[in-house]
């Protein structure tokens, strides 16, 4: 286990219906501490949960125990967008943000007592970073290396309309993690299979995509994920235009998850553990 990684707490916005242990609500009875309400004894026989006094008033005179409601385990899953836009590398490098979060959120569930999984999506699923949903302690570090040191391919992650296939079919609580430089229609053919999920759309930014440190001048510009370039004569209004660009792309991003349900964690520059805990308890 990656004892350096950052932790952050999260929650569902259901009761989970896993019989595991774990710190979630749930619909199972068990051992927990949220009292549910009273049972006869012979249907569920724990003498240690008896009430006597429940017992005496209850106009059948059926003995009456406790029950309470178990808290349980869930399933969390990051899936990655490592088209060639995520080796950007402005203030941070992108790959390196997504290798902090996806060591931070394994070690959140690991130490949550829930299964962490990982699968990682270009032109296709990226089978060597696949991690199923399990409770290994050093899953997020050996994840976290393997993409700090990845060759991302030009292309649109289009193997993201399949990871419905790599993900669990019960519940669970899915981060989607790329800067969405991506069409619209992918967006949508991408969650909209997820719906049953708790999905939370991870949105990567740097400041320097739309305002670069130069000021006046000829810059080389370069489009991450075809590699073309394109040498313009760097000044204030064009710094302005794309500055607008950047601002109505935020927007149009905004409005589409909110359109499917959804409200995004907009992460500017590198990871922080405490703006993932503010996203699900600010």
Not at 22 to 34: F, M, V
Not at 54 to 83: C, G, I, K, N, Y
Request: net charge positive; aromatic share 8%.
């Amino acid at each position: 286990m990656d004892e350096s990684a950052a932790e952050f707490h999260y929650r569902v916005p259901w009761r989970t219906a896993s019989r595991l242990l774990g710190q979630h609500a749930s619909q199972a009875k068990g051992a927990g501490h949220e009292f549910r309400g009273h049972a006869r004894f012979l249907d569920a026989p724990d003498g240690r949960r008896l009430d006597l006094r429940a017992s005496l008033r209850d106009p059948h005179e059926a003995l009456l125990v406790r029950v309470f409601d178990q808290r349980s385990a869930v399933t969390v899953m990051v899936v990655a967008d490592v088209s060639a836009s995520i080796a950007y590398a402005g203030t941070h490098r992108r790959l390196d943000v997504l290798a902090d979060f996806t060591a931070a959120c394994a070690r959140s569930a690991w130490r949550t007592g829930d299964r962490f999984g990982f699968v990682a999506c270009d032109q296709r699923v990226r089978r060597e970073l696949y991690q199923p949903p399990n409770r290994i302690a050093g899953a997020g570090a050996r994840l976290a290396s393997a993409l700090r040191n990845l060759d991302a391919t030009p292309g649109a992650p289009t193997a993201l309309c399949d990871v419905i296939a790599w993900v669990p079919n019960r519940p669970a609580l899915i981060f989607l993690v790329s800067d969405f430089f991506l069409p619209p229609e992918l967006i949508r053919r991408t969650l909209a299979p997820l719906n049953r999920h708790a999905i939370v759309p991870v949105v990567l930014e740097d400041r320097t995509e739309w305002d670069p440190s130069l000021r006046f001048g000829l810059v080389r510009l370069r489009d991450p994920e075809s590699g073309d370039t394109q040498t313009v004569f760097w000044r204030p209004a064009l710094r302005r235009r794309l500055q607008r660009a950047f601002d109505t792309r935020r927007a149009r991003i905004a409005k589409l998850l909110r359109d499917l349900g959804l409200r995004p964690l907009w992460m500017r520059g590198g990871f922080d553990a405490e703006q993932v805990t503010r996203y699900f308890h600010g």
